[in-house]
C-alpha cells in the first residue's frame, strides 16, 4: 500500500519511483521470458530503424503466462490502482529493450495523446507501470521527465506527422512543438529517472517524457504495463489499431494470489 505521501508525490509531480520491488529471482526469469520474445519473430514487434534491432515488443502479456501474471501481481496492480482511484484494466504492455550503442531515442511526448488520437481513449486517467529489468543508468537511456507537466493538456501544442504505429518512427508522430517544450521545462524543470534493475517507475498518461539513445554497453530493458480506469475505456473508432498495441478487452484487472513465479515452464 502507498503511503499517503508517495500518494501526493504523484499527485504533484506525476510520476512516483518505488525501489526494489520484484527480486533478483524475478527479474531474471522475466528478462529471460523477454529476450525470448524479443528474438522470435512476430508482428508484435517493432523493429529500430536500422530494420535489425528489436525497438519494441507489443502485448507480452498475451504472449506469456509470466507477464500476464506481472499485470495481476499487487506489486504493479496496487499502486496503480491507488493512484487512479479506480478499478483498473490493460490497454498495453509493452517490452523496450533499448540496445548497446544503437538503441534509439525516444522523442518527448504524451503517452495520452498518442492514445486518445489512435485509439480514442477519452481522458489521460491511465499511467504506466514501468519494470525495470536491467540496472538503468545514467548511460544507457533513462527516462527523462518533466516534473509537474502531467496536468498540461496540449492538444493544440502537439501535431501528427504520420500515420501506421509499426513505423520505427511511431516515437515521432504526434510532436509537441519545442516552444512548448521550452516554456514547461523553464517552468519546471527536468528529472532523470534510473535506478536498481526490480525498481519500478510509475508515471501518469499525461506526463511530459522521453529517453535518450542508449551510449553504453550493456542492455537497457524495461518493461510497461499501461493500466487504464475501468471507465475511461476506448471509444468505438474506425480502423482501430491491432489488440496488442490497444486492447478492447475491458476486463477489471484483479491480484493474483499465485506467486509471480509459478509454472513459468512454456
Ligand atoms: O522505452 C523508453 O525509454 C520510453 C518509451 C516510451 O516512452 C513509450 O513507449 O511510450
Ligand atoms: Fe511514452
Known amino acids: 500500500m502507498l503511503t499517503d505521501a508517495q500518494i501526493k508525490e504523484f499527485d504533484e509531480q506525476g510520476y ?14 522475466l528478462f529471460s521470458r523477454a529476450t525470448a520474445l524479443k528474438e522470435s519473430d512476430s508482428p508484435h514487434r517493432v523493429m529500430e530503424r536500422d530494420g535489425e534491432l528489436v525497438r519494441a515488443v507489443y502485448g507480452v502479456h498475451l504472449l506469456h503466462p509470466v507477464f500476464e501474471r506481472l499485470t495481476r501481481d499487487a506489486r504493479a496492480l496496487e499502486p496503480a490502482r491507488e493512484l487512479l482511484r479506480s478499478d ?20 518527448w511526448h504524451q503517452d495520452f495523446l498518442y492514445w486518445h488520437r489512435d485509439d480514442g481513449m477519452p481522458g489521460p486517467q491511465v499511467l504506466s507501470v514501468a519494470v525495470f529489468l536491467d540496472d538503468v543508468t545514467e548511460f544507457n537511456g533513462p527516462i527523462f521527465i518533466i516534473p509537474g507537466s502531467h496536468t498540461d493538456q496540449l ?3 502537439t501535431s501528427t506527422y504520420a500515420e501506421g ?11 509537441v512543438d519545442n516552444e512548448t517544450l521550452t516554456s514547461i521545462m523553464n517552468r519546471n524543470g527536468l528529472v532523470s529517472k534510473h535506478g536498481r534493475k526490480g525498481s519500478v517507475l510509475i508515471f501518469a498518461g499525461q506526463v511530459l517524457h522521453c529517453s535518450p539513445p542508449n551510449l553504453s554497453a550493456g542492455d537497457r530493458t524495461i518493461l510497461f504495463i499501461r493500466y487504464n480506469a475501468i471507465d475511461n475505456a476506448l471509444e468505438p473508432i ?20 499465485q506467486p509471480l513465479l509459478s509454472e513459468t515452464a512454456g
Open 238 to 257: 474506425e480502423n482501430p489499431r491491432p489488440e496488442w498495441v490497444a486492447s478492447r478487452d475491458f476486463q477489471v484487472v484483479t491480484a493474483s494470489d
Open 165 to 175: 504505429w509499426e513505423s520505427a518512427a511511431m516515437g515521432f508522430r504526434h510532436r
Open 88 to 107: 483498473v484494466y490493460i490497454h498495453q504492455t509493452q517490452l523496450n529493450p533499448k540496445a548497446p550503442f544503437k538503441g534509439d531515442v525516444w522523442e
Open 155 to 157: 492538444h493544440s501544442e
Open 16 to 29: 512516483l519511483y518505488l525501489p526494489d520491488l520484484f527480486t533478483e529471482e524475478e527479474v531474471t526469469e
